[in-house]
């Protein structure tokens, strides 16, 4: 990790699920280690001062797969304390997962000025069969938990809490 101290920041990521109950991620690398292995994660980010995490994480969508039409949802699950670096700064963050569904699977382009567009090499969207079946390093780690149980039971009451380790 940098020497660097952490940026501690709150991040809404969504959890986007098309007509065929695929989750959309996004596929990272470092631009600064290009050497460390690629990752897929849902879209999000950090959230701005004011902003609810509902908020955030359509400004956050729209922002870096040009998707507008979409009702976001309740918050579905928590991650506190990730702890990672990318672009050479270290990062501690607490995450809001928002639950969400779009009528088609069309992505566009990020926004120009998006922060991460260099960095996100792709976008995909999984079936469960394709997340368990996957050896690539996907985040969150219980993400395969929470899609699961949304397609199963829907939405819980209560956030679910979930562990990075």
């Given amino acids: 990790m940098s020497?660097?101290?952490?940026?501690?920041?709150?991040?809404?990521?969504?959890?986007?699920?098309?007509?065929?109950d695929r989750v959309l991620l996004l596929?990272?690398?470092d631009p600064v280690h290009p050497d460390r292995p690629a990752y897929w994660y849902l879209p999000g980010g950090g959230m701005l001062a004011g902003e609810t995490p509902a908020q955030a994480?359509?400004?956050?969508?729209?922002?870096?797969t040009a998707i507008e039409d979409v009702e976001i949802g309740p918050v579905v699950s928590r991650l506190a304390e990730v702890r990672f670096?990318?672009?050479?700064?270290?990062?501690?963050?607490?995450?809001?997962?928002?639950?969400?569904?779009?009528?088609?699977?069309?992505?566009g382009e990020s926004v120009a000025g998006d922060?991460?567009?260099p960095a996100v090499a792709a976008h995909r969207w999984w079936s469960i069969d394709d997340l368990v079946r996957s050896k690539?390093?996907?985040?969150p780690r219980a993400l395969v938990t929470v899609v699961e149980r949304l397609l199963r039971s829907g939405a819980p009451d209560?956030?679910?809490?979930?562990?990075?380790v």
């Fill in 85 to 107: 670096q990318f672009g050479g700064q270290c990062f501690e963050q607490d995450e809001w997962h928002l639950l969400a569904r779009v009528a088609d699977d069309l992505v």
């Fill in 115 to 117: 922060a991460e567009a």
């Fill in 57 to 64: 994480a359509r400004r956050e969508l729209r922002e870096e």
């Fill in 27 to 29: 596929r990272a690398q």
């Fill in 158 to 164: 209560t956030p679910w809490q979930l562990s990075d």
């Fill in 136 to 139: 690539e390093a996907i985040y």
């Fill in 3 to 20: 020497q660097h101290r952490p940026i501690r920041r709150q991040v809404a990521r969504v959890v986007l699920l098309d007509p065929r």
